[in-house]
């Protein structure tokens, strides 16, 4: 049996800690006074930690939940569905981002209302199959709603990204309140996965001239296409087999 290898990305007590040290900062510019400094801290600093805490908690939620799946799936089928997770926290500077590109107010409440990936779950597994076997175990568990749903790996991206995308809301118990969580779930292939990961340093790649990213684009495209037609075979020979 394989132990499922965790990646965990952008932690949630750093990008709480990477906004402290902006409001601590920024008090110390307007020069604060002892006791104002502490009343600035419990009202600002204290509810980002816990803002950031609660994705993390959530991500561990969703976490158990797949491990426990793949620890099933194992005995019943002879194999482990997940080759890997990798969570993160989103980064404070991309949260930052899209709220100015969605245009919204600059408070915790509205990002937790509007921004559905803050907690993410990237579940790899080697088979298609496996991916829709685990979203279908997934969302019929009672303490499972599901937000939103897209599949892009029967409807690819037009760059020939896919995957399969839950937005999914999860409730985390703390002292004295239980609180619903939006996580977001991407599952996808092994192949699909490594195709994401170079197409996405493609994107962020800035000294490129027009006519190699249009090479390179179109080249990717191909590749989604043969990954895609590899994943498919690779199925097939596995349902022949078991
Ligand atoms: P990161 O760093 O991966 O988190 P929304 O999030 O709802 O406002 P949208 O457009 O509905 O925006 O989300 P979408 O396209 O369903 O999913 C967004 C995420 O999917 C991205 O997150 C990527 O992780 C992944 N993704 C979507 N399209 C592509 C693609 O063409 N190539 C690659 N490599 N990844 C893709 P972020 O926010 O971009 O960043």
């Given at each position: 049996?394989?132990?499922?290898?965790?990646?965990?990305?952008?932690?949630?007590?750093?990008?709480?800690?990477?906004?402290a040290?902006?409001l601590?900062?920024?008090?110390?510019?307007?020069?604060?006074?002892?006791?104002?400094?502490?009343?600035?801290v419990?009202?600002s600093i204290i509810?980002?930690?816990?803002?950031?805490?609660?994705?993390?908690?959530?991500?561990?939620?969703?976490?158990?939940?797949?491990?426990?799946?793949?620890?099933?799936?194992?005995?019943?089928?002879?194999?482990?569905?997940?080759?890997?997770?990798?969570?993160?926290?989103?980064?404070?500077?991309?949260?930052?981002?899209?709220?100015?590109?969605?245009?919204?107010?600059?408070?915790?409440?509205?990002?937790?209302?509007?921004?559905?990936?803050?907690?993410?779950?990237?579940?790899?597994?080697?088979?298609?199959?496996?991916?829709?076997?685990?979203?279908?175990?997934?969302?019929?568990?009672?303490?499972?709603?599901?937000?939103?749903?897209?599949?892009?790996?029967?409807?690819?991206?037009?760059?020939?990204?896919?995957?399969?995308?839950?937005?999914?809301?999860?409730?985390?118990?703390?002292?004295?309140?239980?609180?619903?969580?939006?996580?977001?779930?991407?599952?996808?292939?092994?192949?699909?996965?490594?195709?994401?990961?170079?197409?996405?340093?493609?994107?962020?790649?800035?000294?490129?001239?027009?006519?190699?990213?249009?090479?390179?684009?179109?080249?990717?495209?191909?590749?989604?296409?043969?990954?895609?037609?590899?994943?498919?075979?690779?199925?097939?020979?596995?349902?022949?087999?078991?």
């Amino acid at each position: 049996m394989t132990e499922i290898e965790f990646v965990n990305g952008g932690d949630a007590k750093q990008q709480a800690d990477k906004v402290a040290k902006e409001l601590v900062k920024f008090s110390r510019d307007i020069n604060f006074d002892g006791e104002a400094l502490l009343d600035f801290v419990q009202e600002s600093i204290i509810p980002v930690e816990q803002f950031f805490a609660n994705y993390t908690c959530a991500i561990m939620e969703i976490e158990t939940k797949f491990k426990v799946l793949n620890e099933q799936f194992s005995l019943k089928y002879d194999g482990n569905p997940i080759e890997s997770i990798k969570s993160r926290v989103k980064d404070y500077d991309s949260i930052i981002r899209k709220i100015i590109r969605k245009k919204l107010p600059h408070t915790l409440e509205a990002i937790e209302e509007n921004i559905n990936d803050i907690a993410g779950v990237r579940v790899i597994c080697s088979f298609e199959d496996d991916i829709y076997r685990l979203a279908k175990c997934l969302l019929q568990q009672d303490d499972i709603t599901l937000i939103r749903e897209k599949d892009y790996i029967q409807n690819p991206k037009p760059s020939g990204y896919r995957s399969l995308h839950l937005i999914v809301s999860v409730p985390i118990f703390l002292e004295n309140e239980k609180k619903d969580v939006k996580v977001e779930v991407q599952l996808r292939t092994i192949a699909m996965d490594f195709w994401a990961s170079l197409e996405h340093k493609l994107k962020y790649k800035k000294d490129i001239s027009p006519d190699k990213l249009e090479m390179l684009t179109k080249e990717l495209v191909d590749c989604a296409n043969v990954s895609a037609s590899l994943d498919r075979r690779m199925q097939n020979v596995r349902n022949n087999i078991i």
